[in-house]
């Protein structure tokens, strides 16, 4: 990790010393801000800096230049401790058009805060209509109470490129090398690697066009920072969530991958296609969302526990499978990357409304294990535990990311790879003679599992209900004792767990209770809170069935318990009998005690600062002294 | 007559399997139903090939004939209305080494598992598909099936059905990468005993569409064809089954067909006045999913945790 070589002799301030900043390069989709957002993430990563990326996704496929919905590109949250979500409104914004940012402004992503550069080029457009936009968006900016930079980027440009559409990328990328004192050697040695295909002649162009937007800034930009690095000696990785569950299922020894085509979970299994072969690995794209889960469970079946990654929309489709596999016990792994509902709702965008999805649908009662990764580390280490369990326990696992964890990227201490995680051979020795199909431990509901080639195992796999010999069985004992069973598999694993940690102190005025991808958001909101001084904690679920354990007791050290959650519910108070958000509902019914629930449904990551409003005003203190440390990215 | 050849030479067998050791329980089929006979013939197959139990599956959906696996002492998959296949295709995708068998039926196939038929076809996954078409749901007490006849009356359709039957061997040959279809009847074991054998030896997707009697729901519609022979065509062809004249002997009605000729498969399909009995098409040069899908199932966890090191030093900062 070498010291920022950019030469800013002729810079007119010295540069800014800050904790952490939100970057956001936003453009029409094609401009290649991608590129250039990921350049900047890796280079700062690299140089010893925390990082959180997060893709802005145009609503529409192809949507037309200069359009609001059309807001394309990256948002880079980098600092000098580990980043764990978003953030909230964007400290420095590079744009290209003046459009795009309307896009991100309806997302609520910039405040007073927020300074942004933006392309100029507009201002002298030939179309009338695009001057006129250019200049009553600047008014409205202004108004707005934005700082504005305007740059003449396309001019700089032109000087290198005959399009320079094509070189704008790169060339922000050197602005923001030199803003942010990057090394431009990194630099030059990623965007070799990036371009390493494209050959000598396009790597020697944008090194030219990297070397052109540091000397522009020289001269434009009157600010520099600087980023302190982590303290980080550890080996680190960088990914999104959906590759770090791809290579879960990697390390977790699975071989087998069943999908079909769905926003936002499909890139996990396009990762994989490219790769698992080496792992002796393969990835079947089934004919639907049904046949996915029921090819995998045939593996599954015959010895090989499969994996199928959907979201919800193919949730709801394979239902009737899952209810089979609870009903036979048929060990697969389910990753559900949650994105909004109900129906086709909001592909490419974050929500946790699958819980109760994931907990109660299936046909009469089919309890399984329920798993939430919080963080990217953990989406790949809950694959590995999440073979272990559908194994041990014999039933299915969902596990429920989302499209916040899916599209984001972080950095995280580099797994060491054991052989242990990996799944065993298929047992193949003769089956145990007497011993039933299921011969279930009548405190645990376990039973050992005969598999395909087991001699002296063969029995018949059946959805009706069964007595331990897989014998169809209508009697009402018979199923009473299987569902029992399968239940009783529940409480055993629930016997297995310690009470998850609470962040902050053990009691207090407050205590959120979040689960899912929403970790870094509420706990960055709770150190915010509690640094203003509020008696706030939290407390994070990461199985949701069996549910963790001791709530109870930690329940009872705070005035108050409330949940936050990205999903719908009628705001508390509202209206006679509120719908409660999901995770309040099964709370509720699982503690029997009231819970508290605030959520949301924006299609959006929850940034700390509005929780931190959630929390004021649940605590009813929403006129707080002014403290340090309140606002994202302040410097200090 | 264990290991005992026809040539009176022995095998000595470790273990030797008589049909006793494929049948489980009684069949709670009905008395007079084609389903008993078609089980019969599996197990002898099972017999005659020695399958070991513990290596062969048998899969199902529901319906009266996706009981057939409750039946069978081998494994079985007996799972969901229609989906059948993709369990089957599941299991023989990392275990090419088991003998995979799928009991089907008109309605569970054709109806509600017509997508999954569609694209079974096309993985040609070496396994045997038997569809037992009695033209009628059984289980549920008599509807409409996609294969029922034009004004076959049912509890769906008491006046009679309204639409002309969907000829399953037909579609089936039209999907792409289709490599085996025959038709036989349920009424004459010996041609079914062939078809079935010869769908066994086939390498790849094996369909075939058996005549099926249901005396309880839809005895009119095999009727006739049973007490008048000529209403049966016997499709022949030196590359086609070859029956033994105990199983041809009644039937005067014959068509000479080659079964690699797939044009000409469709249109002995499809003939309405007559039930054609005998190979429709097969073709062992087409590719076959299980070979693709199996690739890598003996790599080591050595090779498993190289793999996965060599991706993370990809995402190494
Ligand atoms: S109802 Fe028909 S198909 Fe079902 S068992 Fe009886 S005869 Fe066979």
Redesign the pocket.
Known sequence: MSKATTKNGTAQTKPQTIDEHIVEIVCDSGEGAQKAGTLFATISAKMGNGIWTVEIIPAEIKPPARSREGASGNRIRVGSKEMTNAGDEANLVVALNEQVLYGRLSQDAYGPETTILLESVWATDPDANIRDAYTAALADFSARGLNVIELPIHEACSELMTDPRLGKNIFVLGILCYIYQRDTALAKQEIANIFAKKGEKVISTNHALLDAGVEFAIKHIPFTYTIPNMDVTDDQVVMNGNVAVALGVMASGMDMVSMYPITPATSASHYLAGVFDQAGGFVHQAEDEIAAIGFALGASYAGKTACTITSGPGMALKTEFIGLAVMSEIPIVIVNVQRGGPSTGLPTKVEQGDLLNAMYAATGDAPKIIMAPATIEESFYSIITARQLAEAFRTPVIVLTDANLATGQTLYKRPVTKEDWLAPPIDQSDWHAGTPAYAWNEETGISPRPIPGQKGGEYVLTGLAHTPESHVAYNPQANQVGCDMRSRKIAALEQTFTPPKVHGDESGDLLIVGWGSTLGAIEEAVDRARAKGHKVSSVHLRYLSPMEVGLEEIFAKFKKVMTVEINYSDPMGSVAHPRPSQLAMMLRAHLMQEVDFWSIVPGQPLGPNQIVGVIEDKLGTTKPSKKKNEKAGAGK | MFGLKQDWSLDVLPRYFTLDDYESSVP?????????GILTTVQRICRDKQLLPEKTVCVSGI???S?FPHYMSTYGFHGLHGRAFPVACGIKSRRPDLDVWVAT?DGDCCSIGAGHWVHAVRYNMDMVAIL?D?N?Y??T?KQSSPTSQIGQSTNTHPKGAPLPPLNPSTTTLSITNCSFVAQTVDWNPVHMHETLKAAHEHKGFSFVRIF???????EECFAEAQTDPDLVQLVEHDNGLQVSESGTRIYKNRRTHDPSDLVQAMAVSNQTDVLPIGLLYQNETMPIYNEYSSVGINSTPEDKINALNHQLDRFAI
């Open positions: 709670r089929w009905c008395a007079g139903c084609g389903d008993h319906g009266c004939s009981r039926g037992f009695n009628v059984a289980l007490k099926q009697r249901c005396p309880v729901f839809s």
